[in-house]
T-cell receptor, first 116, second 112 residues
Framework: AQSVAQPEDQVNVAEGNPLTVKCTYS??????LFWYVQYPNRGLQFLLK??????LVKGSYGFEAEFNKSQTSFHLKKPSALVSDSALYFC??????????????FGTGTRLQVTL | DAGVTQSPTHLIKTRGQQVTLRCSPI?????VSWYQQVLGQGPQFIFQ???????GRGNFPDRFSARQFPNYSSELNVNALLLGDSALYLC???????????FGPGTRLTVL
């Protein structure tokens, strides 16, 4: 079965410092990987995805993610955190065991807290 | 352009009742998926519809059903509500040839 793991429930970082939110994956096919962000009482907002190609993927709002096949990881990064980045972040993988359905399997989420 | 829209925003029901949630995809998107997000967890896949046909179903009981209309909007129905059905129900749409799903704001269902 496809799965992703987010080992940290919460990440704390000071504004202006770099941030990393960790994600590891387990898939039996090609790893289509995604990051989404969720603000309070809101739906999920797409940040970026890895399908194929360069291991460093750039996304919205200055976020990027590094795909590492040998470590089966897809960590989300940002060089300089903003207080407004404080939110819940989800890593997700496309599940290939659903026939023709394009199903996403999500991690449990990591709460990012950026302080002044 | 308008994103994915969902209605209603909030809903309160009692156990045993039935509920219908609605979703309108991004214009041009023919695929709609439904997810359930229980507080403190990641979203769980319920259904996907494409061109009005069910493409996939998650591990949910038959009390959950859905359909897609000719204009690609969708409804999710839940019968015989249980307390455990209390959650944020998310709808997502995606365009042809892409795996990127764009989510709506969700409907928060509370079952008392």
């Amino acid at each position: 079965a496809q799965s992703v793991a987010q080992p940290e429930d919460q990440v704390n970082v000071a504004e202006g410092n770099p941030l990393t939110v960790k994600c590891t994956y387990s898939v039996s096919g090609n790893p289509y990987l995604f990051w989404y962000v969720q603000y309070p009482n809101r739906g999920l907002q797409f940040l970026l995805k890895y399908i194929t190609g360069d291991n460093l993927v750039k996304g919205s709002y200055g976020f990027e993610a590094e795909f590492n096949k040998s470590q089966t990881s897809f960590h989300l990064k940002k060089p300089s955190a903003l207080v407004s980045d404080s939110a819940l972040y989800f890593c997700a993988v496309r599940d290939w065991n659903t026939g023709t359905a394009s199903k996403l399997t999500f991690g449990t989420g990591t709460r990012l807290q950026v302080t002044l | 352009d308008a994103g994915v829209t969902q209605s209603p925003t909030h809903l309160i029901k009692t156990r045993g009742q039935q509920v219908t949630l609605r979703c309108s995809p991004i214009s041009g998107h023919k695929s709609v998926s439904w997810y359930q997000q229980v507080l403190g967890q990641g979203p769980q896949f319920i259904f996907q519809y494409y061109e009005k046909e069910e493409r996939g179903r998650g591990n949910f009981p038959d009390r959950f059903s859905a359909r897609q209309f000719p204009n690609y909007s969708s409804e999710l129905n839940v019968n015989a509500l249980l307390l455990g059905d209390s959650a944020l129900y998310l709808c997502a749409s995606s365009g042809q040839g892409t795996d990127t799903q764009y989510f709506g704001p969700g409907t928060r269902l509370t079952v008392l």
